[in-house]
T-cell receptor, first 116, second 110 residues
Framework: NAGVTQTPKFRILKIGQSMTLQCAQD?????MYWYRQDPGMGLKLIYY???????DKGEVPNGYNVSRSTTEDFPLRLELAAPSQTSVYFC???????????????FGPGTRLTVL | GQSLEQPSEVTAVEGAIVQINCTYQ??????LSWYQQHDGGAPTFLSY????GLEETGRFSSFLSRSDSYGYLLLQELQMKDSASYFC???????????FGKGTRLSVIA
Protein backbone atom coordinates (compact mmCIF):
# COMPACT_ATOMS: atom_id res chain seq x y z
CA ASN A 1 0.00 0.00 0.00
CA ALA A 2 1.26 3.43 -0.93
CA GLY A 3 -1.15 5.04 1.56
CA VAL A 4 -1.90 8.68 0.73
CA THR A 5 0.12 10.22 -2.08
CA GLN A 6 0.31 13.86 -3.09
CA THR A 7 1.76 15.63 -6.10
CA PRO A 8 3.60 17.87 -6.59
CA LYS A 9 5.88 18.08 -3.53
CA PHE A 10 6.82 21.69 -4.21
CA ARG A 11 5.39 24.42 -6.42
CA ILE A 12 5.92 28.12 -6.96
CA LEU A 13 3.04 30.04 -8.50
CA LYS A 14 2.69 33.60 -9.66
CA ILE A 15 -0.22 35.68 -8.41
CA GLY A 16 -3.32 34.93 -10.46
CA GLN A 17 -2.17 31.54 -11.74
CA SER A 18 -4.19 28.39 -11.14
CA MET A 19 -3.17 24.87 -10.27
CA THR A 20 -4.49 21.53 -9.07
CA LEU A 21 -2.98 19.66 -6.15
CA GLN A 22 -3.40 15.95 -6.61
CA CYS A 23 -4.22 13.48 -3.84
CA ALA A 24 -4.84 9.76 -4.04
CA GLN A 25 -5.28 6.97 -1.50
CA ASP A 26 -5.29 3.21 -1.96
CA UNK A 27 -6.84 2.19 1.37
CA UNK A 28 -10.44 2.29 0.12
CA UNK A 29 -11.27 5.04 2.61
CA UNK A 30 -14.52 6.88 2.10
CA UNK A 31 -13.43 10.00 3.97
CA MET A 32 -10.86 12.38 2.55
CA TYR A 33 -9.70 15.84 3.68
CA TRP A 34 -7.64 18.79 2.60
CA TYR A 35 -5.81 20.87 5.22
CA ARG A 36 -3.47 23.82 5.04
CA GLN A 37 -0.78 24.46 7.61
CA ASP A 38 0.88 27.83 7.95
CA PRO A 39 4.31 28.07 9.65
CA GLY A 40 4.13 27.27 13.36
CA MET A 41 0.39 26.76 13.21
CA GLY A 42 -2.07 23.93 13.40
CA LEU A 43 -4.01 22.35 10.58
CA LYS A 44 -7.00 24.15 9.14
CA LEU A 45 -9.59 22.17 7.20
CA ILE A 46 -10.28 23.46 3.70
CA TYR A 47 -12.69 20.86 2.29
CA TYR A 48 -13.63 17.29 3.01
CA UNK A 49 -15.51 14.48 1.34
CA UNK A 50 -17.51 11.62 2.81
CA UNK A 51 -17.61 9.65 -0.42
CA UNK A 52 -17.48 9.87 -4.18
CA UNK A 53 -19.64 12.74 -5.40
CA UNK A 54 -20.03 14.32 -1.95
CA UNK A 55 -17.95 17.23 -0.71
CA ASP A 56 -18.38 19.86 1.99
CA LYS A 57 -16.67 23.04 3.11
CA GLY A 58 -14.34 23.18 6.05
CA GLU A 59 -13.08 26.14 8.04
CA VAL A 60 -11.20 27.97 5.24
CA PRO A 61 -12.71 27.09 1.81
CA ASN A 62 -12.46 30.49 0.09
CA GLY A 63 -10.22 30.45 -2.97
CA TYR A 64 -10.35 26.66 -3.34
CA ASN A 65 -12.48 24.06 -5.05
CA VAL A 66 -12.60 20.28 -4.85
CA SER A 67 -14.20 17.37 -6.63
CA ARG A 68 -14.49 13.67 -5.79
CA SER A 69 -15.32 11.59 -8.81
CA THR A 70 -13.76 8.38 -7.46
CA THR A 71 -13.11 6.89 -4.02
CA GLU A 72 -9.36 7.09 -4.61
CA ASP A 73 -8.84 10.67 -5.80
CA PHE A 74 -9.55 14.03 -4.19
CA PRO A 75 -7.92 16.92 -6.11
CA LEU A 76 -7.79 20.47 -4.74
CA ARG A 77 -8.03 23.33 -7.22
CA LEU A 78 -6.62 26.80 -6.59
CA GLU A 79 -8.04 29.50 -8.85
CA LEU A 80 -6.38 32.90 -9.05
CA ALA A 81 -3.59 32.17 -6.58
CA ALA A 82 -2.86 34.82 -3.94
CA PRO A 83 0.13 35.25 -1.58
CA SER A 84 -2.19 34.37 1.33
CA GLN A 85 -2.37 30.85 -0.10
CA THR A 86 1.32 30.27 0.51
CA SER A 87 1.24 27.28 2.82
CA VAL A 88 1.83 23.56 3.16
CA TYR A 89 -1.15 21.55 1.98
CA PHE A 90 -1.89 18.12 3.42
CA CYS A 91 -4.35 15.61 2.13
CA UNK A 92 -5.64 12.93 4.51
CA UNK A 93 -8.04 10.02 4.53
CA UNK A 94 -9.81 7.92 7.14
CA UNK A 95 -12.05 4.90 7.36
CA UNK A 96 -14.66 6.73 9.40
CA UNK A 97 -15.26 10.13 10.93
CA UNK A 98 -15.18 9.12 14.56
CA UNK A 99 -15.45 6.49 17.24
CA UNK A 100 -14.76 2.80 17.17
CA UNK A 101 -11.06 3.63 17.12
CA UNK A 102 -11.26 3.86 13.35
CA UNK A 103 -11.14 7.60 12.99
CA UNK A 104 -7.36 7.64 12.53
CA UNK A 105 -6.45 10.00 9.75
CA UNK A 106 -3.64 9.04 7.39
CA PHE A 107 -1.80 11.98 5.93
CA GLY A 108 0.06 12.43 2.68
CA PRO A 109 3.57 13.95 2.62
CA GLY A 110 2.28 17.43 1.78
CA THR A 111 2.67 19.97 -1.00
CA ARG A 112 4.69 23.09 -0.24
CA LEU A 113 3.19 25.96 -2.22
CA THR A 114 4.62 29.45 -2.58
CA VAL A 115 2.69 32.21 -4.33
CA LEU A 116 4.80 35.19 -5.42
CA GLY B 1 -17.97 25.88 18.15
CA GLN B 2 -14.94 23.80 18.81
CA SER B 3 -11.71 25.02 20.36
CA LEU B 4 -8.71 23.19 21.75
CA GLU B 5 -6.04 24.87 23.83
CA GLN B 6 -2.54 23.52 24.36
CA PRO B 7 0.79 25.10 25.33
CA SER B 8 2.82 26.38 22.41
CA GLU B 9 6.20 25.06 23.57
CA VAL B 10 7.62 22.58 26.06
CA THR B 11 11.27 21.70 26.72
CA ALA B 12 12.37 18.55 28.53
CA VAL B 13 15.54 16.61 29.18
CA GLU B 14 16.40 13.34 27.48
CA GLY B 15 15.28 10.40 29.61
CA ALA B 16 12.73 12.46 31.52
CA ILE B 17 8.91 12.45 31.44
CA VAL B 18 6.86 15.25 29.90
CA GLN B 19 3.15 15.95 29.91
CA ILE B 20 1.41 17.96 27.18
CA ASN B 21 -2.01 19.24 28.19
CA CYS B 22 -5.07 19.93 26.07
CA THR B 23 -8.30 21.57 27.16
CA TYR B 24 -11.27 21.62 24.85
CA GLN B 25 -14.63 23.29 24.45
CA UNK B 26 -17.14 21.42 22.36
CA UNK B 27 -20.85 21.37 21.72
CA UNK B 28 -20.69 17.63 22.41
CA UNK B 29 -17.86 15.20 22.95
CA UNK B 30 -16.75 12.54 20.50
CA UNK B 31 -13.26 11.62 21.58
CA LEU B 32 -9.83 13.24 21.76
CA SER B 33 -6.99 12.30 19.43
CA TRP B 34 -3.27 13.05 19.45
CA TYR B 35 -0.98 13.44 16.44
CA GLN B 36 2.78 13.86 16.13
CA GLN B 37 4.49 15.89 13.45
CA HIS B 38 8.25 16.14 12.91
CA ASP B 39 9.64 19.22 11.20
CA GLY B 40 9.05 18.96 7.48
CA GLY B 41 6.94 15.84 7.88
CA ALA B 42 3.29 14.89 7.89
CA PRO B 43 1.19 14.38 11.02
CA THR B 44 0.94 10.80 12.23
CA PHE B 45 -1.65 9.35 14.57
CA LEU B 46 -0.56 8.57 18.14
CA SER B 47 -3.65 7.80 20.19
CA TYR B 48 -7.37 8.20 20.68
CA UNK B 49 -9.43 8.44 23.90
CA UNK B 50 -13.19 8.03 23.81
CA UNK B 51 -13.61 7.28 27.50
CA UNK B 52 -12.11 8.61 30.73
CA GLY B 53 -8.80 7.17 31.79
CA LEU B 54 -5.39 6.31 30.52
CA GLU B 55 -4.51 4.66 27.22
CA GLU B 56 -0.95 3.34 27.02
CA THR B 57 1.05 2.62 23.88
CA GLY B 58 4.67 1.93 24.68
CA ARG B 59 6.41 5.05 25.95
CA PHE B 60 3.38 7.21 25.11
CA SER B 61 0.17 7.42 27.11
CA SER B 62 -2.88 9.58 26.70
CA PHE B 63 -5.33 10.54 29.42
CA LEU B 64 -8.84 11.92 29.24
CA SER B 65 -11.20 13.47 31.79
CA ARG B 66 -14.51 14.29 30.15
CA SER B 67 -15.88 15.98 33.28
CA ASP B 68 -12.94 18.43 33.19
CA SER B 69 -12.88 18.75 29.36
CA TYR B 70 -9.19 17.96 29.62
CA GLY B 71 -6.70 15.51 28.31
CA TYR B 72 -2.97 15.07 28.17
CA LEU B 73 -0.28 13.20 26.34
CA LEU B 74 2.45 11.69 28.51
CA LEU B 75 5.81 10.84 26.98
CA GLN B 76 8.18 8.75 29.09
CA GLU B 77 11.89 7.99 28.72
CA LEU B 78 12.23 10.89 26.34
CA GLN B 79 14.50 10.46 23.35
CA MET B 80 15.93 13.09 21.04
CA LYS B 81 13.74 11.74 18.24
CA ASP B 82 10.64 12.75 20.26
CA SER B 83 11.41 16.39 19.42
CA ALA B 84 8.37 17.27 17.32
CA SER B 85 5.05 19.08 17.43
CA TYR B 86 2.13 17.37 19.10
CA PHE B 87 -1.48 18.18 18.27
CA CYS B 88 -4.65 17.32 20.10
CA UNK B 89 -7.76 17.04 17.92
CA UNK B 90 -11.47 16.45 18.33
CA UNK B 91 -14.54 16.56 16.11
CA UNK B 92 -16.73 19.65 16.17
CA UNK B 93 -19.78 17.46 16.39
CA UNK B 94 -20.78 13.84 15.98
CA UNK B 95 -20.54 13.71 12.22
CA UNK B 96 -17.83 16.20 11.29
CA UNK B 97 -14.07 16.02 10.75
CA UNK B 98 -11.41 16.67 13.35
CA UNK B 99 -10.52 20.16 14.52
CA PHE B 100 -6.86 20.45 15.49
CA GLY B 101 -5.28 22.49 18.24
CA LYS B 102 -2.40 24.80 17.32
CA GLY B 103 0.13 22.27 18.51
CA THR B 104 2.81 22.03 21.19
CA ARG B 105 6.40 22.09 20.04
CA LEU B 106 8.44 19.71 22.20
CA SER B 107 12.19 20.15 22.34
CA VAL B 108 14.18 17.35 23.96
CA ILE B 109 17.59 18.46 25.16
CA ALA B 110 20.60 16.46 26.33
Amino acid sequence: NAGVTQTPKFRILKIGQSMTLQCAQDMNHNYMYWYRQDPGMGLKLIYYSVGAGITDKGEVPNGYNVSRSTTEDFPLRLELAAPSQTSVYFCASSYSLLLAGDNEQFFGPGTRLTVL
Amino acid sequence: GQSLEQPSEVTAVEGAIVQINCTYQTSGFYGLSWYQQHDGGAPTFLSYNALDGLEETGRFSSFLSRSDSYGYLLLQELQMKDSASYFCAAPHSGNTPLVFGKGTRLSVIA
